[in-house]
């Protein structure tokens, strides 16, 4: 068994197998439904782990090479698992509101950053309380929160990502397109409503399913952990 290798079983346990209701199904999801029951249709697991093995060993390769992988998702029984995932293994993550041109406009993107981390440290240094009063003071310990909820995930993404994991690209359609656009691969879970060909790879499975969410997005986190663990380490010199 390859070290990516997919455990069906626990997709299975997981009801990664749930697809949506028939009557909002994408039709380019047709090979990867293994059938229908009632009016839901049953995702095929076989394909599941067929692509998820090709994602996992994808990512770990990208990882491997020098790459960071940015974690996406907003939904509201996603978005602690995928900031768990992505702090697991240090990558950049946004869970809250998708900002427009988070990937594609970095110029503005990294002057609130920026903006962020100098008022950060004059915080920490007693710079702001030396010179302002304690209502001015508490005014920017409250915009330093406002602005960590919004980039406090990328706050050290000193670059674009090479990889992209997105859970539901129908919530994150601005993620998505974004990746598209600057030509960024993107992995993600893909129900039976959504359109397969937005991203580069799909993984057919429920997008709702809290455990699923855990499953993929802890075995997302371990290619990443594999491919960080095969970096090449810069020789020490004396």
Not at 7 to 23: E, I, M, N, R, Y
Not at 58 to 63: G, L, P
Not at 121 to 134: D, I, Q, W
Request: glycine letters at 6%; aromatic letters at 6%.
């Amino acid at each position: 068994m390859s070290e990516t290798s997919v455990d069906v079983q626990a997709l299975l346990d997981a009801g990664a197998h749930f697809g949506h209701k028939t009557s909002r199904w994408h039709p380019a999801m047709k090979p990867y439904i293994h059938t229908r029951r009632g009016d839901n249709y049953i995702i095929d697991l076989f394909e599941t782990a067929r692509l998820l093995e090709e994602s996992l060993a994808f990512i770990e390769k990208r990882v491997a090479a020098g790459g960071q992988v940015l974690f996406v998702s907003t939904k509201r029984q996603a978005k602690d698992i995928v900031r768990a995932g992505a702090e697991s293994v240090n990558m950049p993550y946004v869970t809250e509101r998708w900002l427009g041109g988070m990937l594609t406009n970095q110029n503005t993107i990294s002057g609130r950053i920026k903006y962020l981390k100098d008022l950060e440290a004059k915080m920490a240094s007693g710079e702001l309380a030396n010179k302002y009063g304690k209502l001015e003071v508490q005014r920017f310990q409250e915009e330093i929160e406002a602005m960590n909820i919004k980039f406090g995930g990328i706050k050290e993404m000193t670059k674009l990502p090479t990889v992209v994991y997105i859970v539901d690209i129908t919530e994150e359609l601005n993620a998505v397109n974004e990746a598209k656009k600057l030509g960024i691969p993107t992995v993600a879970l893909v129900d039976t409503n959504a359109d397969p060909r937005l991203v580069s790879h799909p993984i057919p499975c429920n997008d709702d399913a809290v455990k699923t969410i855990q499953l993929v997005t802890d075995l997302v986190a371990a290619a990443v952990a594999r491919g960080v663990a095969k970096q090449k380490k810069p020789v020490e010199t004396k």
